[in-house]
């Protein structure tokens, strides 16, 4: 145990910090989508998966750079949740809510089988920016540009998106919305539109992350089906009654990946959903659950 | 009497069957349909909905195939049994697991245990990985009936159908059923009339578990294949819609579902859309969500209820 690799370990732990970070923006969206629509949308993998093929659509079809995709994939993912919400969601509002994650999951697989017919499930290159490119020597280990710019921006994604939550005016809507919809309405205030923008915003998170990870992981049709099922662990873990939870845990949780692939490899895919099983044996409504 | 003149007359139709249909396309839509049957004894009739049950099915097959193809002499009824042991053991755990969480979030735990399965299925030695088990023998029903034949084990998946929908008809039908309905309807009134909740979710759960590990058990003989397929989430996809399609919460529904996308997967298969199976099968799960809530079943109950 005590001749670690610290080089090997940072490396590990940077990556943990990375998967984490992509955790906890998608798990942000989730959460704040079930909090006002109490709806899990199942096809928040695929948006991701639709922000890194707008990053590389953008870039080699129409030569839109990684800086400006980066402000416009997530505007054009939120617009298509947006028409999702609009046509195939509301509908269905009333309906029992395991009808709308088995309708998000079929628009899940429709994205992804398209992708997968057009583009082949490997995956394809995009460079990373040259102004990201390159990277700092630190004492104990090497830290490529791109890799803490992912880490910094999307920490400041998520504290931007609960200070706008917990501070503003827009944010106590949402909040109250969340309590009780239909004392908000009688208010006079226009709920229908709050939901449709707050699950446009949700999605458009995910879609932020899809630009963020295309320079990293290479963008393939299946990148998003295998990153929300471990995200859903970690919104079973964290509970999702609160935003604050939902990031934590996800940051959380790619900490832990990342050092169970420093100490014992064999379980870095499996360690989540062990913890999960933990959790649920111990605390069963989630470390951040508030119910009964 | 009309039902009993009805389940005759299907029970004929099945016997002809393979003399007109190709008996390994039958087996499939079989071994499909009970695996629907068992998830619909679930969704259907206790409102849980659970997304990992492809977990049950490749156990089953995983198990069944290993022990066929390593256990010299063994006969088939003894590896589809212990498949079948396997499958509801991992039910009972999973279960317990699942059922301390409701409504959305069951669906995300079980989908987590199961991609938790899958990891394990990938990485164990003897499931041969991204290859799967492949070349598994049939061998003899109790020693005696060679069951290399499709014919003969066409009949042979028949029974284990009829055998397996049976119980889940009787399972629905009986006090416990009865019970599950109530829970599905009201669960704070069946807690207050003092039903112990969780554990008749977890007895309909490992019922259901052991009866997809079934399906999958006879499916593994029937194609003398186990793979990843079988535990992957698309496969737990596949057997919601199958559900969703035919109406769940029948008893008929989820054959008529699992007949109606095995046909039209092998259909497209063959044709240029072959491409397109997610995505056709993804516009489905949204026409039958939206448009469709009672599926094929429920709807020509409606349409008879109206008219006659």
């Known amino acids: 145990m005590f001749d670690i690799n610290l080089f090997a370990l940072f490396g590990q732990l940077l990556i943990g910090l990375i998967n984490g970070s992509f955790y906890a923006l998608l798990a942000l969206g989730l959460a704040i989508i079930f909090g006002l629509l109490k709806v899990i949308n199942f096809s928040q993998g695929a948006l991701y998966m639709l922000g890194a093929f707008g990053a590389w659509m953008g870039l080699n079809y129409l030569g839109i750079s990684y800086w400006w995709a980066l402000f416009l994939v997530p505007l054009a993912v939120g617009a298509i949740g947006i028409l999702c919400e609009r046509f195939l969601i509301r509908p269905i509002a009333n309906e029992d809510h395991l009808y709308s994650l088995l309708l998000t999951f079929g628009v899940a697989l429709v994205l992804q089988g398209l992708f997968t017919h057009w583009y082949g499930s490997s995956g394809l290159p995009y460079a990373i920016p040259d102004e990201l490119k390159g990277g700092f020597r630190l004492p104990f280990m090497y830290l490529p540009t791109y890799r803490a710019w992912i880490i910094v921006v999307s920490l400041a994604v998520c504290l931007g998106t609960w200070l706008l939550i917990e501070k503003t005016k827009l944010g106590a809507y949402l909040r109250a919305g969340t309590e009780n919809p239909q004392l908000m309405q009688a208010f006079g205030i226009n709920v229908p539109l709050i939901v449709t923008l707050t699950y446009g915003f949700g999605v458009a998170l995910a879609g932020f992350a899809g630009v963020l990870a295309a320079p990293v992981y290479s963008v393939s049709p299946e990148m998003g089906s295998n990153i929300l099922i471990v995200v859903f662990a970690i919104v079973v873990i964290g509970g999702m009654g609160s935003i604050g939870g939902a990031i934590a845990t996800g940051l959380g949780m790619g900490v832990v990946e990342g050092l169970t692939k420093y100490f014992y490899p064999e379980a870095s895919n499996t360690v989540i959903f062990l913890v999960m099983v933990l959790v649920l044996l111990t605390k069963p409504a989630g470390l951040f659950g508030k119910e009964a | ?308």
């Open chain 2, 1 to 308: 009497m009309n039902n009993k003149k009805l389940n005759l007359i299907l029970l004929g139709l099945a016997l002809v069957a393979p003399l007109v249909l190709y008996p390994v396309f039958l087996m499939k839509v079989l071994c499909f349909a009970l695996f629907a049957c068992a998830f619909n004894l679930l969704l259907g009739f206790s409102g849980l909905l659970s997304f990992g049950h492809a977990v049950f099915l490749g156990s089953g097959s995983y198990i069944t195939g290993y022990l066929m193809l390593s256990v010299e002499g063994l006969t088939p009824e003894v590896a589809i049994l212990a498949g079948v042991a396997v499958s509801a053991a991992i039910g009972f755990v999973y279960g317990k697991l699942a059922v301390k969480r409701e409504g959305i979030y069951f669906a995300m735990v079980t989908l987590a245990l199961a991609q938790l399965a899958f990891f394990f299925y990938l990485q164990a030695p003897f499931t041969g990985g991204e290859d799967g088990i492949q070349g598994i023998p049939r061998g003899k029903l109790f020693g005696v009936i060679d069951l290399s034949d499709n014919l003969v084990m066409y009949y042979f998946v028949l029974a284990v159908f009829i055998g397996g929908f049976a119980l889940i008809y009787r399972t629905i039908h009986s006090p416990f059923g009865q019970v599950m309905k109530a829970i599905r309807e009201n669960e704070p009134r069946a807690i207050s009339l003092g039903y112990k909740v969780n554990q008749y979710k977890l007895l309909c759960f490992v019922i259901s578990a052991t009866l997809a590990g079934l399906a999958g058990s006879t499916k593994a003989l029937v194609f003398q294949l186990a793979s990843l397929t079988d535990v992957h989430w698309f496969m737990s996809g596949e057997v919601v819609l199958m559900t969703l399609l035919g109406g769940m919460g029948t008893i008929w529904g989820p054959v008529l579902g699992a007949g109606t996308i095995v046909t039209l997967q092998n259909a497209l298969a063959a044709g240029p859309l072959g491409n397109y199976i997610h995505v056709i099968m993804g516009v489905v799960f949204v026409i039958c969500v939206l448009a469709f809530r009672n599926g094929l079943v429920g709807e020509l109950q409606k349409l008879v209820k109206r008219n006659f």
